[in-house]
T-cell receptor, first 117, second 114 residues
């Protein structure tokens, strides 16, 4: 049981390049989230999804796009990378709170370190 | 909008001593969850403890316990008998049913002194 898997783990980009981060979960979770972690800023929510085919903006959505074409996958895209997007990106998933016996917790991937030069 | 505040960017504690990490939050909801996550140098996010707002009893997990003060909107984490392996970044997090967002504080880096 892999849990939440992020691909790639590390990436270096040049300013203006595009890339996609893939998040895959095998726990049949409805909800999926993308966060970025920067020193002194904690984890900030970029985008999230409450089900297949749905996405919503979080706290810091600018410069990112997402798609949830399949329930198990949540893609984060950078169309034109900027140095300000240098960060560690975390994907997480969970059940909705209204699910019986749901503990409410997030299950995290291992993070993806992205550097934009 | 809901917010989570951790007022202590860094803390240190002597091994085997007790330390308390502070967290306050702001919400107009009455039903919600609160969490403490630990992030060691490996970068992995590990759930330490959770608290459901409707439960008056404070959650406890072995050496970890919380002091949940709903009226004051305070959710502190107490670590007893601190161990070297407790050294990590600790994040407080909030979740409710209203908009499905899960909001984190900025974290507290905990150092354990041998």
């Amino acid at each position: 049981n892999a849990g939440v898997t992020q691909t790639p783990k590390f990436r270096v980009l040049k300013t203006g390049q595009s890339m996609t981060l893939l998040c895959a979960q095998d726990m049949n979770h409805e909800y999926m989230y993308w966060y970025r972690q920067d020193p002194g800023m904690g984890l900030r929510l970029i985008h999230y999804s409450v089900g297949e085919g749905t996405t919503a903006k979080g706290e810091v959505p600018d410069g990112y796009n997402v798609s949830r074409l399949k329930k198990q996958n949540f893609l984060l895209g950078l169309e034109s990378a900027a140095p300000s997007q240098t960060s560690v990106y975390f994907c997480a998933s969970s059940y909705p709170l209204y699910y019986i016996l749901n503990t409410g917790e997030l299950f995290f991937g291992e993070g993806s370190r992205l550097t934009v030069l | 909008a809901q917010t989570v505040t951790q007022s202590q960017p860094e803390m240190s504690v002597q091994e085997a001593e007790t330390v308390t990490l502070s967290c306050t939050y702001d919400t107009s909801e009455s039903d919600y969850y609160l969490f403490w996550y630990k992030q060691p140098p490996s970068r992995q996010m590990i759930l330490v403890i959770r608290q459901e707002a409707y439960k008056q009893q404070n959650a406890t997990e072995n050496r970890f316990s919380v002091n949940f003060q709903k009226a004051a909107k305070s959710f502190s984490l107490k670590i007893s008998d601190s161990q070297l392996g407790d050294a990590a970044m600790y994040f407080c997090a909030y979740r409710d049913n209203r908009d499905d967002k899960i909001i984190f504080g900025k974290g507290t880096r905990l150092h354990i002194l041998p």
